[in-house]
């Protein structure tokens, strides 16, 4: 039989999944298909429940339903209780299942494909909101020097540093509003917040990109304004596709238990972008 795994979220016309596990399952030799599955607001629950019923096996979960999908496990990762979000969901023995893959995936394709080093950086993580839960233990957890959570309404950054008080470590977990970030400067900057799908940017004050600093945006497939702004004032700029793919992988292996190649995916997908 082939087994069924599907991408839920509203919207979900857009994802690049389907591409992506279909190349992973041909090079790894899985008998799956893979799917998108729109769903209604309110209906999350019910629509999972039904394409679990049908005989699927796994879910992707994308916006807005992470912490929907948090809520309705019934056994989660320790990467997931972390992040109070779930996007990865496995059907086993009438459990549903939850993971976070999210962190894993930006992490990976930094220190990876990209490679930065994250261990002894000063990195400022823009926005609070559920991106930034998703990723923060995975970016505690290389060792960085600094870590300031930047974000509009301190009160969310303040209370997120302290849901990750406990695995900073050595690292300094600290918050900040835009404003004073003036005169700083830092290695890694991520753009956690989804301005870029809008064609907006947080009001950063330059200077903030150290020399040979990396400016890394979550959103994907467009030249976003916060890109702009970090190559004008000399970052090595890069999208969340690398990101993408990798927490794709993550996801493949958790339901598979084969890690596939990443490389190829990423340079397909760049290649018809």
């Known amino acids: 039989m082939t087994d069924a795994y599907a991408v839920i979220g509203n919207p979900v016309a857009h994802s690049k999944s389907p591409q992506i596990h279909a190349a992973f399952a041909r090079e790894t030799g899985q008998a799956m298909v893979y799917t998108r599955l729109p769903c209604e607001l309110g209906k999350f629950a019910a629509t999972v429940r039904a394409f679990r019923d049908g005989g699927g096996r796994g879910l992707n979960v994308t916006v807005p339903f992470k912490h929907e999908a948090y ?37 990976r394709d930094i220190t990876r494909n ?7 950086a000063s990195v400022l993580l823009l926005g609070a909101g559920g991106a930034s839960f998703g990723v923060l233990g995975p970016l505690l957890a290389e060792a960085p ?21 406990a695995q900073a470590g050595a690292c300094n977990l600290a918050v900040s509003g835009f404003a004073e970030l003036r005169g700083r400067q830092f290695s890694v900057v991520i753009n956690a917040t989804s301005a870029g799908l809008n064609d907006d940017m947080p009001p950063l004050p330059p200077p ?31 999208d969340g596709l690398g990101m993408l793919v990798e927490q794709a992988a993550e996801s493949f292996f958790v339901w598979r238990g084969v890690r596939p190649g990443t490389a190829p995916v990423i340079a397909m997908l760049r290649a018809k972008a």
Do not use: W
């Open 208 to 238: 903030l990109f150290a020399p040979g600093a990396l400016a890394y945006d979550m959103v994907y497939g467009k030249d976003t304004p916060f890109l702009q702004f970090a190559q004008t004032h000399g970052a090595t700029v890069a």
């Open 145 to 165: 020097a600094q870590l300031i959570i930047a974000n509009r309404t301190l009160g969310k950054a303040q209370a997120l540093a302290a849901r990750f008080a």
């Open 114 to 120: 990209l490679r930065v080093g994250l261990r002894g």
């Open 71 to 107: 809520a309705l496990c019934t056994q989660r990762s320790a990467r997931a209780e972390v992040a109070g979000a779930v996007n990865t969901l496995s059907f086993n023995n009438g459990e549903i299942v939850g993971d976070n893959t999210d962190g894993v995936g930006l992490t």
